[in-house]
T-cell receptor
């Protein structure tokens, strides 16, 4: 069966420090991968998605970047964190199927980032 | 442009009473629709999905949703609320081009 791992679960970082959140998927190949953010009082914001190794699409201009060095690995990074980067970050994966309804998103457990 | 509206940001019900969480979409096409649940500080979990088969969809934990094309709605219901249902619920729309549109979420509060 497929599983998704996301770490670290919680992180407290000072402003200006770097960030690396990692997500890996097991039990499937060539998944679509996504990074979402939930800020306090706001809904789900899609940050990045990837349909293959090295293929990253950015949805929102921001202080963050994403990379996909391996098929089932998706990394969210920042060189210098801002206070506004605080939030709950969620990684998700889906298969690609010609029928849209088959492309169910499965989420990781999330990473709580607090920037002080 | 397609959109998803969750009509209530908060819904409060007493334990043992019915739950209704509303979701409306705007689209000219037949969508795929999903409901997800998120407990505090957890990831999102799929409750159920509609993919143009039966219009009444049954999900996990006693939830179900009915797709009504004439009303462009996909409301989530449960006959009897349990304390463990307290969470935030998200409606998700996926169009034929695989574009994902999320509702803003509804926080369900269960009163003892």
């Amino acid at each position: 069966s497929q599983t998704i791992h996301q770490w670290p679960a919680t992180l407290v970082q000072p402003v200006g420090s770097p960030l690396s959140l990692e997500c890996t998927v097991e039990g499937t190949s060539n998944p679509n991968l996504y990074w979402y953010r939930q800020a306090a009082g706001r809904g789900l914001q899609l940050l990045f998605y990837s349909v293959g190794i090295g293929q990253i699409s950015s949805e929102v201009p921001q202080n963050l970047s994403a990379s996909r060095p391996q098929d089932r690995q998706f990394i969210l990074s920042s060189k210098k964190l801002l206070l506004s980067d605080s939030g709950f970050y969620l990684c998700a994966w889906s298969t690609w199927d010609s029928y849209p309804g088959a492309n169910v998103l499965t989420f990781g457990a999330g990473s709580r980032l607090t920037v002080l | 442009a397609q959109s998803v509206t969750q009509l209530d940001s908060h819904v409060s019900v007493s334990e043992g009473t019915p739950v209704l969480l509303r979701c409306n979409y705007s689209s000219s096409y037949s969508p795929s629709l999903f409901w997800y649940v998120q407990h505090p500080n957890k990831g999102l979990q799929l409750l159920l999905k509609y993919t143009s088969a039966a219009t009444l969809v049954k999900g996990i934990n006693g939830f179900e949703a009915e797709f009504k094309k004439s009303e462009t709605s996909f409301h989530l219901t449960k006959p009897s609320a349990h304390m463990s249902d307290a969470a935030e619920y998200f409606c998700l729309y996926m169009d034929s081009n695989y574009q994902l549109i999320w509702g803003a979420g509804t926080k369900l509060i269960i009163k003892p």
